[in-house]
């Protein structure tokens, strides 16, 4: 089984993924908290940073790698099927990621604890039949009804990803 995660060599290579994080510090705020959650190597640290000061915290399986340290703090070795946040935080980043786990609602909710934004991008087009990686198949609808105490102000399609953005502020905001 061949690992889904981009190389540190290529990963300014990775349009898609990289115009994700461009995307996502457009919505943040200097000061911010900020949790990125499944951050693989950790690059999302250094594209935000080139226009934003924010607090960030690399979550991952995976120990991320060094280059990036300098760009916010990582925590390796974390089991996604079972992470539960210990802290207070103001944005979810969260990029590809529901479609790995065994419940991605237990996930949703977890990742909506955020106080300001959940920004995330999944699959919307069928991949279980092409990624041995995923788990899950969504559809727009499903994505928005795990969030149902957020409301939805942003939207992108990335067709060549297969996926949507999707940008999330609380009822009520």
């Avoid at 786990?101 to 990742?111: H, T």
Wanted: some cysteine.
């Amino acid at each position: 089984m061949a690992d889904e995660r981009i190389p540190e060599h290529s990963w300014r290579h990775q349009h898609g993924h990289v115009y994700r994080y461009q995307l996502a510090a457009g919505w943040l705020n200097d000061r911010d908290k900020v949790y990125d959650v499944a951050c693989g190597i950790g690059y999302g640290a250094e594209v935000i940073a080139e226009t934003k000061k924010v607090d960030y915290l690399g979550i991952d399986k995976i120990q991320p790698s060094e280059t990036f340290a300098p760009h916010g703090r990582f925590l390796g070795g974390v089991n996604l099927d079972e992470w539960v946040a210990d802290e207070e935080w103001d944005v979810t980043v969260t990029f590809e990621t529901l479609e790995h786990v065994q419940d991605p609602w237990r996930l949703a909710k977890e990742l909506g604890k955020a106080r300001r934004l959940v920004i995330c991008s999944v699959p919307t087009r069928p991949t279980m039949h092409i990624n041995e990686h995923h788990l899950h198949d969504f559809t727009v609808d499903d994505v928005l009804a795990m969030f149902p105490d957020w409301r939805l102000v942003h939207i992108e399609d990335q067709p060549q990803e297969w996926s949507h953005i999707f940008v999330f502020v609380p009822n009520g905001r």
